[in-house]
């Protein structure tokens, strides 16, 4: 069973207060994108992970995997022994603020769902999703969508359109919960300016890309921008050759490019390639579909880790 899922890219990313569970309470807007995760699950002895593409090095083998954790989750309740093979084939930047990782786990879910045939309602998966990230429910559904709470709560958001995207890749990836940690510490230092999401949601009823360039935003950008300056380069450097709106993704350290067109898109990508201020660049379109079954491709190899 294959399920394919996206990354995401957030618009807006507004942070608050750190709250008494350790997370900070967050309003966003989430935008899956079309770069994709493969997941993949076959009927084994024992649960093992093998992750293939690039930075498959970095993506753990062990318990710390989110799609390990979602087949867990749906064994435990429903009843049966967690015996699958997970492939994850990697096609989101890893540790690069696209929600990789949750994305994972979200295809896990689907996937041995309809490999069990557990017939699991949307309440109860997006309930399993919650509680293994933040951001896992919006991997299940995809599109554009309001988080709020941890960012587990979604409501639809009223869009217009399709929008051309050129990311940034970096070199290494960038702690999530160490960017947190800055954007706090920043904020003890001096009062820091928030983003807004009323013009996000105003330019995606207008369907107008320019509009919603102007407008993107993210509260983690100054502390991620401390912790890899570099990153300040990079956001120039796209504005310079054509970009509309630039923004970090999430945590970073991808710097989401949007473009007028996907022609723009197209020049503003090579254009950036030959500047030699990133690692690589993807092209991507969203809104897109959220996790969801797909013919099955033979499996590349992998190395595998067993779990007891």
Same mark, same amino acid.
């Given at each position: 069973?294959?399920?394919?899922?996206?990354?995401?890219?957030?618009?807006?990313?507004?942070?608050?207060?750190?709250?008494?569970?350790?997370?900070?309470?967050?309003?966003?807007?989430?935008?899956?994108?079309?770069?994709?995760?493969?997941?993949?699950?076959?009927?084994?002895?024992?649960?093992?992970?093998?992750?293939?593409?690039?930075?498959?090095?970095?993506?753990?083998?062990?318990?710390?995997?989110?799609?390990?954790?979602?087949?867990?989750?749906?064994?435990?309740?429903?009843?049966?022994?967690?015996?699958?093979?997970?492939?994850?084939?990697?096609?989101?930047?890893?540790?690069?603020?696209? =929600? @990789?990782?949750?994305?994972? #786990?979200? +295809? %896990?879910? &689907?996937?041995?769902?309809?490999?069990?045939?557990?017939? $699991?309602? !949307?309440?109860?998966?997006?309930?399993?999703?919650?509680?293994?990230?933040?951001?896992?429910?919006?991997?299940?559904?995809?599109?554009?969508?309001?988080?709020?709470?941890?960012?587990?709560?979604?409501?639809?958001?009223?869009?217009?359109?399709?929008?051309?995207?050129?990311?940034?890749?970096?070199?290494?990836?960038?702690?999530?919960?160490?960017?947190?940690?800055?954007?706090?510490?920043?904020?003890?230092?001096?009062?820091?300016?928030?983003?807004?999401?009323?013009?996000?949601?105003?330019?995606?009823?207008?369907?107008?890309?320019?509009?919603?360039?102007?407008?993107?935003?993210?509260?983690?950008?100054?502390?991620?921008?401390?912790?890899?300056?570099?990153?300040?380069?990079?956001?120039? =450097? @796209?504005?310079?050759?054509? #970009?509309? +709106? %630039?923004? &970090?993704?999430?945590?970073?350290?991808?710097?989401?490019? $949007?473009? !007028?067109?996907?022609?723009?898109?197209?020049?503003?990508?090579?254009?950036?390639?030959?500047?030699?201020?990133?690692?690589?660049?993807?092209?991507?379109?969203?809104?897109?579909?959220?996790?969801?079954?797909?013919?099955?491709?033979?499996?590349?190899?992998?190395?595998?880790?067993?779990?007891?």
């Amino acid at each position: 069973m294959t399920v394919r899922v996206p990354a995401k890219v957030n618009l807006a990313l507004c942070v608050g207060p750190l709250r008494d569970d350790g997370f900070h309470e967050l309003s966003t807007v989430f935008h899956a994108v079309s770069l994709y995760d493969d997941v993949v699950v076959e009927p084994a002895e024992r649960l093992s992970v093998g992750v293939v593409g690039e930075g498959a090095d970095d993506v753990p083998l062990d318990d710390r995997n989110l799609a390990v954790q979602a087949v867990r989750a749906v064994a435990a309740l429903t009843g049966r022994e967690p015996a699958v093979r997970l492939t994850i084939r990697k096609g989101i930047p890893v540790a690069g603020g696209m =929600a @990789g990782g949750s994305a994972d #786990a979200a +295809g %896990a879910l &689907v996937a041995v769902d309809a490999l069990w045939d557990t017939g $699991l309602d !949307r309440e109860t998966m997006l309930g399993l999703a919650a509680g293994l990230g933040s951001d896992v429910p919006f991997a299940l559904q995809g599109g554009t969508a309001l988080g709020a709470g941890r960012g587990e709560q979604l409501s639809p958001v009223l869009g217009r359109g399709t929008y051309h995207w050129v990311f940034a890749l970096a070199d290494g990836g960038l702690s999530t919960p160490a960017v947190y940690a800055a954007l706090d510490a920043m904020r003890a230092e001096q009062p820091q300016p928030e983003a807004n999401l009323d013009g996000v949601l105003a330019a995606l009823r207008s369907g107008d890309p320019v509009a919603l360039g102007r407008t993107l935003c993210n509260d983690l950008q100054p502390a991620a921008l401390r912790l890899r300056p570099q990153l300040g380069r990079v956001l120039e =450097a @796209g504005r310079e050759v054509g #970009a509309v +709106g %630039a923004v &970090v993704s999430g945590s970073g350290p991808t710097v989401a490019f $949007l473009t !007028r067109s996907a022609d723009d898109g197209v020049h503003v990508a090579a254009a950036l390639a030959g500047m030699d201020v990133c690692r690589g660049i993807r092209r991507a379109d969203g809104p897109v579909a959220g996790a969801r079954i797909v013919v099955d491709e033979p499996v590349e190899a992998a190395p595998a880790g067993p779990r007891r």
